[in-house]
T-cell receptor, first 116, second 111 residues
């Protein structure tokens, strides 16, 4: 597609349930990033993929959070046993992946997650 | 380690007035600096990017930013604000780490 797409755009879930968030990067972009945007914390890095590998997952806040990427394209961020503090907007970005530093990242519209 | 400080969580200007959004960074390696804009319920859109080629960077929608190493600053300016500029603006830095964002500055434009 023309840009990064994310689904669903909005997700409401009950505390304790698992959720899956999907990101479809720009075609040809090998690097993919997940960020979380919340009122109190601003924009936080979660995880970085190069191809199907995740060389940097330092931002994942707990072991309830995991992500995978298959076929070097679509990525899924999974949050298990959701808590109310997981409520946030989850943003995905992609870049060409030719170099680690300084590449422009292109962002999707985000998934707004609300945990009741 | 890298960090970004955006002075002013909210800036309000009159339509036609100068826009100045401040960003100071800290980086232990030569930085790459970005300004992104976020409109309500949308993702982040790149305004401009500094990669050491030139200290004055011109971006979209009439915005520009000047990299000043001595002041560790990368302030965003626009000579004349338009109503459509109302949005949240984020400064970000990277070098050898993932993008680190500032807390953002919400720009309001008054008619």
């Amino acid at each position: 597609g023309a840009g990064v797409s994310q689904s669903p755009s909005n997700k409401v879930t009950e505390k304790g349930k698992d959720v899956e968030l999907r990101c479809d990067p720009i075609s040809g972009h090998t690097a993919l990033y997940w960020y979380r945007q919340s009122l109190g914390q601003g924009l936080e890095f979660l995880i970085y993929f190069q191809g199907n590998s995740a060389p940097d997952k330092s931002g994942l806040p707990s072991d309830r959070f995991s992500a995978e990427r298959t076929g070097g394209s679509v990525s899924t961020l999974t949050i298990q046993r959701t808590q109310q503090e997981d409520s946030a907007v989850y943003l995905c970005a992609s870049s060409l992946g030719l170099k680690r530093e300084g590449e422009t990242q292109y962002f999707g519209p985000g998934t707004r997650l609300l945990v009741l | 380690a890298q960090s970004v400080t955006q002075l002013g969580s909210h800036v309000s200007v009159s339509e036609g007035a100068l826009v100045l959004l401040r960003c100071n960074y800290s980086s232990s390696v030569p930085p790459y600096l970005f300004w992104y804009v976020q409109y309500p319920n949308q993702g982040l859109q790149l305004l401009l990017k500094y990669t050491s080629a030139a200290t004055l960077v011109k971006g979209i929608n009439g915005f520009e930013a000047e990299f000043k190493k001595s002041e560790t600053s990368f302030h965003l300016t626009k000579p004349s604000a338009h109503m459509s500029d109302a949005a949240e603006y984020f400064c970000a830095v990277t070098g050898n780490t993932p993008l680190v964002f500032g807390k953002g500055t919400r720009l309001s434009v008054i008619a």
